[in-house]
């Protein structure tokens, strides 16, 4: 027969949002076993930065510190592992995982992440993280006063101009085909100095200390960093489709103020939680939200029997 795991919680992803929730699942005693596939979204990037006494410390070290600070709580189970499926069951959840174990919990947090579809343009995914960037808080200051593109052609791309040209005069943007900016906008930008590039960009290149940009016509550029607009985010919401929870537009989870899905039992944290508003601190605050209320829910089920 087989061997079904039973827990008090699920959480499904263990990066920032993850490891938060489960911190103060563990110091409410609760049972818990955190799933993660061992992918975070920044672990391209060697240095993670606005994350409150952690600036500047890699990705990978703050997670490690994470789980390294949950073996103080035993009733934190972590376990390398993907989840497939996910089923209301009984008033419960079912849960099974790639390697065919099955585990029945009572809550369910969500906290799978993104996953940025870059442009088809050569050597971008070596460079990402790095000399190819995607958000001013992130990178920018690294970058700042230093010849820097911006790869994009949307409305997103040109919300983003502003702020990247507060940290850098030396601002192009290339719209990789043919400019979807309006007549306006396109104006404004020449109006600002910013200059504007249709050609195609084939290839980004690293150059030792900076990088550079081929385009269609045989052009080079070179730039210390370049911006890219991700062609879009996969939000990684299968699980919270499987068990009926309902979406926003973007394909984030939906969730009210304390990160509850539309799904009674069912939380989601992080980014696959949020449209666009994608930051560590922001992640791990709603982790601590969604574990909090997850131990609250228990605490009162408990109690009312
Ligand atoms: C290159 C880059 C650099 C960045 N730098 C910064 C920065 O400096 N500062 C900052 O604040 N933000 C930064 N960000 C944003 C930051 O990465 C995210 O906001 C943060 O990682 C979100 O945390 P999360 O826990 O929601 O998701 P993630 O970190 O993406 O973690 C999701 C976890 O869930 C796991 N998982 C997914 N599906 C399953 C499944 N079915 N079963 C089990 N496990 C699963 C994955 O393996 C992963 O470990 C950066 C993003 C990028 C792309």
């Not at 390697?99 to 969500?110: A, C, L, N, P």
């Not at 906290?111 to 995607?134: C, F, R, S």
């Not at 508003?277 to 209320?293: E, R, S, Y």
Request: charged share 20%; proline share 4%.
């Amino acid at each position: 027969m087989k061997n079904i795991q039973q827990f008090d919680v699920a959480i499904i992803g263990g990066a920032s949002a993850g490891l938060a929730a489960a911190l103060i699942l563990g110091r409410s005693i609760r049972k818990t076993v955190v799933f993660d596939t061992g992918e975070p979204r920044n672990r391209p990037a060697a240095h993670a930065h606005n994350v409150f006494t952690r600036d500047g410390v890699s990705p990978l070290e703050i997670l490690a510190i994470g789980r390294e600070q949950l073996k103080a709580y035993p009733s934190v189970t972590i376990a390398q592992e993907r989840v497939i499926t996910a089923a209301k069951e009984d008033g419960a959840f079912r849960l099974e995982t790639a390697s065919g174990g099955t585990f029945v919990v009572r809550k369910v947090i969500i906290a799978t992440g993104v996953k940025d579809i870059l442009p088809e343009i050569a050597g971008i995914q070596a460079l990402w993280g790095n000399k190819v960037i995607h958000c001013p808080y992130c990178h920018g200051w690294e970058a700042k006063n230093t010849p820097i593109a911006l790869i994009g052609n949307d409305d997103m791309a040109y919300h983003l101009i502003p702020i990247v040209r507060n940290l850098n005069k030396d601002l192009t943007v290339f719209t990789n085909g043919k400019s979807a900016f309006s007549e306006e906008q396109q104006a404004k930008l020449q109006q600002q100095g910013i200059g504007l590039i249709e050609t195609p960009v084939t290839a980004v290149e690293d150059a030792g200390d900076g990088m550079r940009l081929v385009l269609a016509d045989g052009t080079v550029h070179h730039k210390q960093a370049a911006y890219v607009r991700a062609v879009r985010m996969q939000f990684n919401n299968e699980l919270a489709v499987q068990l009926g929870c309902e979406l926003e537009e973007a394909g984030s989870i939906k969730v009210d103020e304390f990160q509850q899905t539309t799904v009674p039992g069912v939380f989601a944290a992080g980014d696959v939680a949020h449209p666009m508003f994608h930051q560590v601190m922001a992640a791990a605050a709603g982790g601590l939200k969604a574990g909090g209320m997850c131990n609250g829910q228990l605490s009162m089920e408990d109690f009312e029997k």
